[in-house]
């Protein structure tokens, strides 16, 4: 997996098990949701937009890297 995709993927992860709308987090975020919902048509992901994400979430860039998501054995890139 791409870690354009896994970043998109925590994303998802997260904010079902807060039992929010991407719109939601968009708005507590303030990351624009465009910016979430196409960032897997890009090879890139800024860490800005991560940390956007996080600080709306309350939780530590630290906590959002830690899934399993991120092992080295599933980033293909």
Known sequence: MRLVDAV???IIELVKERRITVNALA??????????????RSNTVKLSTI????DGLKITLQNFFASP??????ITD
């Not at 940390?51 to 996080?54: A, D, E, K, V």
Request: proline letters at 11%; aromatic letters at 12%; one cysteine or more.
């Open 8 to 10: 998109y993927a925590r």
């Open 27 to 40: 708005n507590i975020s303030g990351v624009p949701r465009p910016t979430i919902v196409t960032m897997t």
């Open 51 to 54: 940390y956007g994400i996080c």
């Open 69 to 74: 998501l991120f092992a080295p054995e599933n």
